[in-house]
């Protein structure tokens, strides 16, 4: 099974420039995040989705975007890149349980470098 | 607002001790605690998955408990092995019933052969 896969793993960018990282799930979850790890930050939630057609901003959603047209894939768009968005971005899904989230399944993560 | 604290940040062990890691929240009313394992370059790995109902949870060597009245979980690993070391995350709810989780910074292990 091929569960989380996010593309593309590694991407270099210059300021200003724009780019997609997309998630794609097989499990049929409902829930999925879009995470970013730094050292010494740990992760933190950027946006995240319920269900299809629905999004919602996380702990720092600031120069991001997402869009979750179809339930199997989550994306995550920058704008205008900045080198502060230099990180590696982590995407995850659950399914729902009783009301909230179940089981967390990531992705092998993505790294972005700005220049 | 959901805070979690993982310490030590780092935990180095000789192979075949058991080991404690630590997790501490700030907000009880939580929906389920989860346990995690990363390796280098690696996505996180699911490891155990606590609800807030329960008090433990057991996995081969590892075993999660969950005492939510002081905000605590612990993950107990049995005859660490070399294989064992990795960054260790905890993460929970924000409120009972919320889709969004707050993670730990981890705590990175070394089990020394």
């Known amino acids: 099974n091929a569960g989380v896969t996010q593309t593309p793993k590694f991407r270099v960018l210059k300021t200003g420039q724009s780019m997609t990282l997309l998630c794609a799930q097989d499990m049929n979850h409902e829930y999925m995040y879009w995470y970013r790890q730094d050292p010494g930050m740990g992760l933190r939630l950027i946006h995240y989705s319920v269900g299809e057609g629905t999004t919602a901003k996380g702990e720092v959603p600031d120069g991001y975007n997402v869009s979750r047209l179809k339930k199997q894939n989550f994306l995550l768009g920058l704008e205008s890149a900045a080198p502060s968005q230099t990180s590696v971005y982590f995407c995850a899904s659950t399914a729902r349980q009783r009301g909230g989230p179940g089981e967390l399944f990531f992705g092998e993560g993505s790294r972005l470098t700005v220049l | 607002k959901q805070e979690v604290t993982q310490i030590p940040a780092a935990l180095s062990v000789p192979e075949g001790e058991n080991l404690v890691l630590n997790c501490s929240f700030t907000?009880?009313?939580?929906?389920?605690l989860q346990w995690f394992r990363q390796d280098p370059g690696k996505g996180l790995t699911s490891l155990l998955l606590?609800?807030?109902?329960?008090r433990e949870q057991t996995s081969g060597r590892l075993n999660a408990s969950l005492d939510k009245s002081s905000g605590r979980s612990t993950l107990y690993i049995a005859a660490s092995q070399p294989g064992d070391s990795a960054t260790y995350l905890c993460a929970v709810d924000t409120q009972g019933g919320s889709e969004k989780l707050v993670f730990g910074k981890g705590t990175k292990l070394t089990v020394n052969p």
């Open positions: 606590i609800q807030s109902s329960q």
């Open positions: 907000d009880s009313a939580i929906y389920n």
